[in-house]
Nanobody, 123 residues
């Protein structure tokens, strides 16, 4: 069953912003670290960012540092990916995922995945 639900994707012009949401159950939100991945057409799925369950640490891929920000809202059991200064190369399906062990930037470490939300950035 789907236990993570992404939303907020869409079409935006280069330089614009979007905020993606990943809604989880209270149990998942309290137990798991959360990561964001993306997969562009013709490319492998790649790591975007990570936030620990305690919100003590956030980590980002070099390609999005300074532009993307991950946050957690415990009241809503939701993780956000704020994306600013979007570039055409950010176009991809974005996935939220949950892990409680393993390497934070490797997709094999993640136990639970959402269905993905499409982000398209035009020139």
């Amino acid at each position: 069953q789907v236990q993570l639900v992404e939303s907020g994707g869409g079409l935006v012009q280069a330089g614009g912003s979007l905020r993606l949401s990943c809604a989880a159950s209270a149990r998942i939100f309290s137990i798991y670290n959360m990561g964001w991945f993306r997969q562009a057409p013709g490319k492998e799925r790649e790591f975007v960012g990570f936030v620990s369950r305690s919100y003590a640490v956030t980590l980002y891929a070099d390609s999005v540092k300074g532009r993307f920000t991950i946050s957690r809202d415990s009241a809503k059991n939701t993780v956000y990916l704020q994306m600013n200064s979007l570039k055409p190369e950010d176009t991809a399906v974005y996935y939220c995922a949950a892990t409680n062990h393993g390497t934070y930037d490797q997709q094999a470490s993640y136990k639970l995945w959402g269905q993905g939300t499409q982000v398209t950035v035009s020139s």
